[in-house]
C-alpha cells in the first residue's frame, strides 16, 4: 500500500469510527436519564429502550473493532512503527508509549466488559448492568482516543 492509499485508508477509518460515535452518541441521549441503571429499572425498560441499550453496546463494539482492527495498526504504519507479526498486545503497549492511548490495561478492560456484555445470559444479568453503566462511564475515554488518532493522523497529512 502506498503512503497515499495508507492516508486514504485512515481517513475513511477515522470516518467510520466517527459515524459509530454519532451512534453511540444518539443512543446515548436516549438512556442517559436511566444510568446508572439499577436491575428493577432493566426490568422495567420499554422495548425500544432497550433497543437503544443495544444500539449503545453493537456501536460501542464496532467502534473499538474497528479502532484496534483497522485504525491503530495503519496509523502505526503511517508512522513507520515496525508492527508486522506484533501481537495486539505488543501494538496496545506501543500506542501507550506514544501516547495515543492511556493504558493497555484499560483498552482490554473495556473490551473485556463489552465482549461480557454482548451476550445477554438471564443468568449473568448482574454483570450486564454492571458492564452497561461501565461503558457509559468510558465512553469519553474512548472518544478521547479517538481524537488523538485524529490528531496525530492530521499532523502527519
Given at each position: 500500500?502506498?503512503?497515499?492509499?495508507?492516508?486514504?485508508?485512515?481517513?475513511?477509518?477515522?470516518?467510520?469510527?466517527?459515524?459509530?460515535?454519532?451512534?453511540?452518541?444518539?443512543?446515548?441521549?436516549?438512556?442517559?436519564?436511566?444510568?446508572?441503571?439499577?436491575?428493577?429499572?432493566?426490568?422495567?425498560?420499554s422495548?425500544?429502550?432497550?433497543?437503544?441499550?443495544?444500539?449503545?453496546?453493537?456501536?460501542?463494539?464496532?467502534?473499538?473493532?474497528?479502532?484496534?482492527?483497522?485504525?491503530?495498526?495503519?496509523?502505526?504504519?503511517?508512522?513507520?512503527?515496525?508492527?508486522?507479526?506484533?501481537?495486539?498486545?505488543?501494538?496496545?503497549?506501543?500506542?501507550?508509549?506514544?501516547?495515543?492511548?492511556?493504558?493497555?490495561?484499560?483498552?482490554?478492560?473495556?473490551?473485556?466488559?463489552?465482549?461480557?456484555?454482548?451476550?445477554?445470559?438471564?443468568?449473568?444479568l448482574?454483570?450486564?448492568?454492571?458492564?452497561?453503566?461501565?461503558?457509559?462511564?468510558?465512553?469519553?475515554?474512548l472518544?478521547?482516543?479517538?481524537?488523538?488518532?485524529?490528531?496525530?493522523?492530521?499532523?502527519?497529512?
Amino acid at each position: 500500500m502506498t503512503n497515499d492509499e495508507l492516508k486514504n485508508h485512515i481517513k475513511q477509518t477515522l470516518d467510520t469510527c466517527f459515524l459509530h460515535l454519532q451512534r453511540i452518541e444518539f443512543a446515548k441521549s436516549k438512556v442517559s436519564g436511566l444510568i446508572p441503571l439499577s436491575r428493577e429499572a432493566y426490568h422495567s425498560l420499554s422495548d425500544e429502550m432497550i433497543s437503544f441499550l443495544d444500539q449503545y453496546i453493537y456501536r460501542f463494539s464496532k467502534l473499538q473493532d474497528t479502532m484496534g482492527n483497522r485504525l491503530f495498526p495503519s496509523l502505526l504504519k503511517l508512522l513507520a512503527e515496525p508492527i508486522e507479526d506484533k501481537a495486539f498486545i505488543d501494538i496496545l503497549n506501543r500506542l501507550e508509549k506514544i501516547g495515543i492511548i492511556n493504558s493497555t490495561q484499560k483498552w482490554i478492560q473495556l473490551r473485556k466488559i463489552r465482549n461480557d456484555i454482548a451476550h445477554e445470559y438471564p443468568s449473568a444479568l448482574e454483570e450486564r448492568i454492571e458492564g452497561i453503566n461501565f461503558l457509559f462511564e468510558e465512553i469519553e475515554q474512548l472518544k478521547q482516543i479517538l481524537e488523538n488518532c485524529k490528531s496525530r493522523f492530521e499532523t502527519l497529512i
